[in-house]
C-alpha cells in the first residue's frame, strides 16, 4: 500500500484524526516544556498551598491551576510530566521494538527448538497480568524510572514477537522466498530485505499499541512507588503523592489522571486507526 493510499484512507478515520491531533499537542507540549511552563516544576512558593485552580473564586491569576500541598505550581507540573511520560513511552517502544522484532524474526524464519524457547517465553509471559510481572521486575531491579521503563519493555515483548513470528512463518512460505534461496541469497537478506517490509504493517500498529500501554504501566508503577521517585514530575508519581488530598482538594489527582486518559486514549485511537487501515484482516 502506498503512502498516498494510506493518507487517503486516513483522512477517513475520524477517531485516527483525534487521537494524533492529541498527540501531536502532547508531543508539542513535551518538546517546548522549558517555554511553556511558568514555573520550575520544583520551585516552591510560600503562603500558596493547594490554591485552586483559576475557574475558583477562591484562585490567583499566577496560578492558572493552582498549586500543590507544598506550593509547587500544578500547571509546570503536569507540563513537565507530559515530557517524562511521553519519553518513557518512547524508550519502551524502542527496546521492545528492537529485541521483540528481531527475537520474532529469527523464531518464525529458523523455527525448530529456537522457536519452541522463545514461544514458551512468551507463554509465560502472557500467563500473567503484564502488570503484575512489570511489578516484580521492577522490584528486583530496584525503585526508579530506568528500571520501570525496563520492566514496562520487558513485559510488552510478546505482542512484538507474536506479531512478527506469525507473520515471518507465513511469508516465509511464499515463492518469492523460495526463488531467493534458489538463487542464494543469505540468510539476513532474506530476513531483512524480503521478508521484514512484509511484516511493517503489523509492528507499526503494534508499536502505537505498545505506547499507549507503556505510559500507562510506568505510570502505574510511579504511583506504586516502583517507577519515577519524588520529586519527579511523573504523573502517575503526581497521582500518589496527591492522592491523600483527593476529597479536600480533588483538581490534584483528577488533572494528572486527566493527562493520562488523554494521551493513552490518543494512542489507542492512532492505534485502532492504523490497524484498520494497515492491517484490514
Known amino acids: 500500500m502506498t503512502w498516498s493510499k494510506i493518507l487517503k484512507k486516513f483522512k477517513s478515520h475520524r477517531g485516527g484524526q483525534v487521537g494524533l491531533f492529541f498527540i501531536a499537542v502532547f508531543v508539542l507540549i513535551a518538546v517546548f516544556a522549558p517555554a511553556l511552563a511558568p514555573y520550575d516544576p520544583s520551585q516552591l512558593h510560600e503562603?500558596?498551598?493547594?490554591?485552586?485552580?483559576?475557574?475558583?473564586?477562591?484562585?490567583?491569576a499566577a496560578f492558572f491551576l493552582g498549586t500543590d500541598d507544598i506550593g509547587r505550581d500544578l500547571l509546570s507540573r503536569?507540563?513537565?510530566?507530559?515530557?517524562?511520560?511521553?519519553?518513557?513511552?518512547?524508550?519502551?517502544?524502542f527496546i521492545s521494538f528492537s529485541i521483540g522484532v528481531f527475537l520474532g524474526l529469527l523464531a518464525g524464519y529458523f523455527g525448530g527448538k529456537f522457536d519452541a524457547l522463545i514461544s514458551r517465553f512468551v507463554d509465560i509471559l502472557m500467563s500473567l497480568p503484564s502488570i503484575l510481572i512489570a511489578i516484580v521486575i521492577a522490584a528486583i531491579l530496584g525503585p526508579n524510572l530506568v528500571n520501570g521503563i525496563l520492566a514496562v519493555s520487558i513485559v510488552a515483548l510478546p505482542g512484538f514477537i507474536r506479531i512478527v513470528r506469525s507473520t515471518v512463518m507465513s511469508e516465509k512460505e511464499k515463492l518469492y522466498v523460495q526463488a531467493e534461496k534458489n538463487f542464494g541469497a543469505g540468510h539476513s537478506r532474506i530476513l531483512f530485505k524480503n521478508i521484514l517490509p512484509n511484516c511493517w504493517g503489523p509492528i507499526i500498529v503494534?508499536?502505537?499499541?505498545?505506547?499507549?500501554?507503556?505510559?500507562?504501566?510506568?505510570?502505574?508503577?510511579?504511583?506504586?512507588?516502583?517507577?519515577?521517585?519524588a520529586p519527579t514530575p511523573e504523573w502517575g508519581v503526581m497521582l500518589a503523592d496527591y492522592k491523600p488530598y483527593m476529597e479536600s482538594s480533588p483538581w490534584l489527582v483528577t488533572l494528572p489522571g486527566l493527562c493520562i486518559l488523554i494521551v493513552v486514549l490518543a494512542f489507542n485511537l492512532l492505534g485502532d486507526a492504523l490497524r484498520d487501515i494497515l492491517d484490514p484482516k
Open 47 to 60: 503562603g500558596v498551598l493547594r490554591l485552586p485552580p483559576i475557574w475558583s473564586s477562591s484562585s490567583q
Open 206 to 229: 503494534q508499536s502505537t499499541l505498545a505506547f499507549s500501554d507503556g505510559i500507562l504501566n510506568v505510570a502505574a508503577l510511579g504511583f506504586l512507588g516502583l517507577g519515577a521517585q
Open 78 to 93: 503536569l507540563i513537565y510530566g507530559a515530557r517524562i511520560s511521553i519519553g518513557t513511552g518512547f524508550f519502551v517502544v
